[in-house]
């Protein structure tokens, strides 16, 4: 069987940065992280595309988006409550997939989330699925009747890995035959490549996005605005000019985002582009992410600030997953 989810990785990330030596090397940092880095991705990889890697400043290793990629001898310490299934997905998993497609996650009411591929095109430190199984999977026909089966989702989220690392013609055949199941009205896409390898965002994608009857809303991840360039800020133009929805769902991270001001322009550059402020995350805890959380109470303080100081529609939701939870609890 090919493994579509290696092609389409090895294809977006054909010139990706691999090793924290060269990552350390083309940003001027000191060859001493490297060193760290490589024995903290021994299990979880470093993956940096170039599209994103020129956006971290030089020879800063504080920087907000060097800190998303590089791993940290912090992420082999332990920490009590972290754990490599923090949201208790194996417990909501609800059947295999199809050939190159992985398990269907039953977690709320009306919707359920396909997880489509393990490949991404970076690796963010702090991923919440940075554990998960995905190549244990049994191969089967049997996915798209079980969504068929259940009439009271009315929609499906494509997940991952990155949905959108899968050619453009497995997701056509993913879409059309989600499309076919008559109690189904929305796609929902969550995605980083529209910020990672904004050249993603091509007039076919568009085309296969909009060319069927269910209702199209791309989830993108921008955790500070330095990730937007204007490469991204042309994405996200396209995808909204087309009909496509666009909402961002942002993870507080120590070290990234946790000031206000930081926030506040997030939020407001969002808003320019056309993309709403729907979730700000409190951090998953999954193993190894430890080092990036912030507490509660200082996630509360942040929504009140943007509450003072932004209109409401740009103020996005404080919200944490719990295992077992109906819905996301709102913490602000």
């Given amino acids: 069987m090919v493994d579509f989810a290696l092609m389409a990785s090895v294809t977006l990330n054909a010139d990706a940065v691999r090793s924290p030596a060269e990552l350390c090397r083309l940003l001027g940092l000191d060859p001493a992280l490297a060193a760290a880095a ?151 896409v969550h995605t980083r490549l529209p910020v990672m390898i904004p050249q993603r965002i091509t007039d076919d994608l568009l085309a296969l996005l909009r060319g069927n009857r269910l209702s199209p809303i791309m989830v993108v991840q921008v955790n500070h605005p330095a990730e937007i360039d204007p490469a991204v800020a042309e994405a996200f133009g396209r995808l909204v000019d087309a009909g496509v929805p666009l909402l961002n769902q942002a993870v507080l991270l120590r070290g990234v985002n946790d000031r206000a001001d930081v926030l506040a322009e997030l939020c407001e550059r969002l808003v320019d582009l056309r993309v709403m402020p729907y979730y700000l995350h409190q951090l998953d805890p999954v193993a190894g992410a430890a080092h990036f959380e912030v507490p509660i109470e200082t996630g509360r303080a942040l929504i009140a600030a943007l509450r003072a100081r932004l209109p409401g529609y740009a103020v996005p939701r404080y919200v944490r997953e719990t295992r077992g939870g109906t819905s996301k609890e709102v913490l602000a």
């Fill in 38 to 188: 490589d024995r903290a991705a021994d299990g979880f990889p470093l993956l940096v595309p170039r599209t994103y890697l020129a956006r971290i400043r030089p020879g800063d290793p504080a920087d907000p988006l060097l800190r998303q990629v590089l791993p940290q001898a912090a992420e082999l310490a332990p920490a009590p409550g972290f754990g490599p299934d923090p949201l208790g997905e194996a417990k909501t998993a609800c059947g295999p997939g199809l050939p190159h497609l992985l398990p269907l996650l039953q977690k709320y009411q009306g919707r359920i989330l396909m997880v489509t591929t393990g490949a991404c095109a970076v690796h963010c430190r702090y991923c919440f699925r940075r554990h998960f199984p995905y190549r244990d999977a049994l191969p089967t026909p049997d996915i798209l009747k079980r969504i068929a089966a259940d009439p009271s989702n009315h929609e499906v989220i494509l997940s991952g890995g990155d949905p959108l690392t899968l050619p453009d013609a497995e997701l056509a055949e993913v879409i059309g035959r989600l499309a076919e199941i008559p109690h189904l009205r929305r796609l929902r």
